[in-house]
């Protein structure tokens, strides 16, 4: 049986939107030789990343921010590529959705049971992305084998959490909402600065500033007029 028909038939694994996973168990998906290639992401956050993307291999540790996490797979799935999110029950497939993530290409175990690390290990060996909550509740030794075997899969691991070993950790900080005036209204878009720290590339840190979420839910660039200065085309910072 293939990994990809096996992946079907786990216990508590379902599509985001309630249809069977047999489309996902009939698909040819990256494998070994794709390691190393890359799955799309956001202009603005493949800027902070050490790649072009979401390098298949790799491990990104996404830390506090759900509407982070949820960028990251929109642009996966849009691209007819297959994710999967395990061990994070409180998510909102509603948000998911508006943060454009498509939810027919999404798996979902939001309990994985007695055993987390065999759930994410045969999802690793069957699905593009894998999202993985719970992180404190997976010993430092599993973490490293599930980082290993997403390498040898070609797949990319995503852990909501602090996760040893991460090439790359992602957080927001500096967040803003705006949409309120005075006492009243509706919130409609929250600023942040996206910073990623990690080995090589990044070991000194990066950054970019965006919309997460923006008007509508989904990840959106900085209205120009709020950019600095100093990264607007054809403007440059003046002396004081």
Do not use: K
């Not at 489309?23 to 890359?38: H, K, N, S, Y």
């Not at 007695?114 to 069957?126: K, R, S, W």
């Not at 997403?150 to 995503?158: E, P, Q, T």
């Not at 923006?214 to 900085?222: F, N, T």
Request: proline share 8%.
């Amino acid at each position: 049986m293939s990994a990809m028909a096996s992946l079907a038939g786990l216990d508590g694994v379902s599509s985001a939107d309630g249809v069977s996973l047999d489309a996902l168990a009939a698909e040819t998906r990256g494998g070994p030789d794709d390691a190393g290639r890359v799955l799309p992401t956001r202009a603005e956050l493949a800027a902070v990343l050490p790649w072009p993307g979401l390098r298949r291999g790799s491990t990104v540790a996404v830390h506090d921010s759900v509407s982070l996490l949820f960028a990251l797979l929109s642009e996966v799935t849009a691209s007819g590529s297959w994710a999967a999110v395990v061990g994070l029950p409180g998510i909102s497939l509603v948000a998911a959705a508006e943060a454009g993530v498509e939810l027919s290409r999404l798996a979902v175990v939001p309990r994985p049971g007695n055993d987390p690390v065999g759930v994410v290990a045969a999802l690793l060996d069957g699905v593009d992305v894998v999202a993985v909550g719970g992180t404190r509740q997976v010993p430092d030794q599993d973490a490293r084998r599930l980082s290993a075997r997403a390498r040898n899969r070609g797949s990319v691991l995503l852990p909501f959490g602090a996760w040893p070993g991460a090439e790359v950790r992602l957080r927001c900080t500096d967040a803003g909402w705006r949409g309120l005036g005075r006492g009243h209204g509706h919130l409609r878009e929250r600023e942040v600065t996206v910073r990623a720290a990690g080995r090589g590339a990044v070991s000194r840190g990066r950054s970019c500033r965006l919309l997460l979420p923006g008007p509508g839910g989904a990840a959106a660039p900085l209205p120009e007029e709020r950019r600095p200065a100093a990264v607007r085309p054809g403007l440059r910072p003046v002396a004081g």
